[in-house]
T-cell receptor, first 114, second 117 residues
Framework: KAGVTQTPRYLIKTRGQQVTLSCSPI?????VSWYQQTPGQGLQFLFE???????NKGNFPGRFSGRQFSNSRSEMNVSTLELGDSALYLC?????????????FGSGTRLTVV | AQTVTQSQPEMSVQEAETVTLSCTYD???????LFWYKQPPSRQMILVIR??????QNATENRFSVNFQKAAKSFSLKISDSQLGDAAMYFC??????????????FGTGTRLQVTL
């Protein structure tokens, strides 16, 4: 069974640009969550998508957005990149986001903003 | 809002020895879930062990076990017979059972575990 796949693994962007990150969940999983990991702020919840709908959202500015497709694959987009957006972005999938069994994470996308 | 605190930024253990990582949390909820995740240099967060708050019995997964003290809001992880492959960042995480926020994990700041020969 394939795991959670995140692409690309590494990305370098310039301030002011926008970026799109992709996450393919485990087959059959319908919930996809996104987290930002930085040395200063640690791991912070961005948002969760379930059945193509955003179900839960963290405290991030509107520059951070996402979507989910009918095959449960998810993308997150960051517009007008700032230096502080440099981080590891982790995606996690679960069957429905509500069961006890936790989440399976991908290996993340390392975004560097210069 | 819930918070998770890991007061040990770094820990070190000798191979084959036992180490305990601490985690405390703050919540007003009575039903919730707790997790320990491991993040090796490969960056992928790997679930180590999970605990349901309404279960008094401490969870165990092979060499990993927890000491869950609900009243004290404490959830420590014990690693027995430590192996070199256990070296990683360990994160404690909380998840509400409230259906409105159930999908969100709140993480602690992590404990870096070194395993020495």
């Amino acid at each position: 069974k394939a795991g959670v796949t995140q692409t690309p693994r590494y990305l370098i962007k310039t301030r002011g640009q926008q970026v799109t990150l992709s996450c393919s969940p485990i087959s059959g999983h319908r919930s996809v969550s996104w987290y930002q990991q930085t040395p200063g702020q640690g791991l912070q919840f961005l948002f969760e998508y379930f059945s193509e709908t955003q179900r839960n959202k963290g405290n991030f500015p509107g520059r951070f957005s996402g979507r989910q497709f009918s095959n449960s694959r998810s993308e997150m987009n960051v517009s007008t990149l700032e230096l502080g957006d440099s981080a590891l972005y982790l995606c996690a999938s679960s069957l429905d986001g509500r069961t006890f069994y936790g989440y399976t994470f991908g290996s993340g996308t390392r975004l560097t903003v210069v | 809002a819930q918070t998770v605190t890991q007061s040990q930024p770094e820990m070190s253990v000798q191979e084959a020895e036992t180490v305990t990582l601490s985690c405390t949390y703050d919540t007003s909820e009575s039903d919730y879930y707790l997790f320990w995740y491991k993040q090796p240099p490969s960056r992928q967060m790997i679930l180590v062990i999970r605990q349901e708050a309404y279960k008094q019995q401490n969870a165990t997964e092979n060499r990993f076990s927890v000491n869950f003290q609900k009243a004290a809001k404490s959830f420590s992880l014990k690693i027995s017979d430590s192996q070199l492959g256990d070296a990683a960042m360990y994160f404690c995480a909380y998840r509400s059972s409230d259906t409105g926020t159930a999908s969100k994990l709140t993480f602690g700041t992590g404990t870096r575990l070194q395993v020495t020969l």
